[in-house]
């Protein structure tokens, strides 16, 4: 379930996809959302409330999305791994910083989604980014307050260290694993995923 909406004007449509083609069945049928007259809370706070929860939905998406290409970049990093165990011309220093890499990215998802090996021995572990814009989250949706001085001071804790760990994954995808793998087909390396066989 997501966040209520705030009070205004919608409208709905009703369609079937059969095939790949979308046809219409009903609609567009337009209804208002209005504020309970006994509720205790105002349209200003709805407003507030749905304001955060936009900023906040757009914040899970996005770790969402790293956590997503985090873990397909650790499996890239296991086969790169296991091509340069294949290639008898690879250098040491290759070797190593594939390793490197993959420590890098183990650090980035322990700060995304917590560090998983200690949680399943109950081992207390610090609050995941995921886990601290989750939580946000899973409060919001059962309530219809505005969001209180600790989710807000929550966020900006969850925003500012996403935007660090998401920096230090662009520059992982988009710089460190290309330049090994360009290594890997240079050396003739076994074929990995992601990667894109040079012609000569």
């Given amino acids: 379930m997501g966040p209520y909406v705030a009070p205004g004007k919608y409208s709905v449509t009703l369609s079937q996809r059969v095939g790949g083609v979308v046809s219409p069945l009903a609609g567009p049928v337009t209804f208002n959302i209005v504020m309970d007259p006994q509720g205790v809370h105002t349209v200003a706070e709805e407003s507030a409330r749905w304001q ?29 791994r296991r091509a340069l ?19 890098r990215l183990s650090a980035i998802l322990v700060e995304l989604q917590g560090d998983r090996r200690l949680g399943a021995r109950s081992v207390p572990t610090p609050v995941a980014i995921s886990e601290r814009a989750n939580n946000i989250s899973s409060e919001l949706n059962r309530t219809l307050a505005r969001p209180t001085t600790t989710h807000e001071q929550q966020f900006q804790i969850a925003s500012e260290l996403f935007s660090a760990e998401r920096s230090a994954l662009r520059g992982l995808v988009e710089t460190d694993v290309p330049a090994i793998e360009k290594e890997l087909e240079r050396l003739g390396a076994p074929y ?8 000569n």
Avoid: W, Y
Wanted: positive net charge.
């Fill in 85 to 103: 165990d294949a290639t008898p011309a690879a250098p040491r220093p290759l070797h190593d910083q594939a390793r490197a890499v993959q420590r």
């Fill in 192 to 199: 990995t995923p992601g990667r894109i066989p040079l012609v």
């Fill in 52 to 80: 955060f929860q936009e900023k906040l939905q757009a914040l899970r998406r996005d770790i969402a999305g790293s956590l997503e290409l985090a873990n397909s970049t650790s499996t890239r990093l296991e086969a790169i």
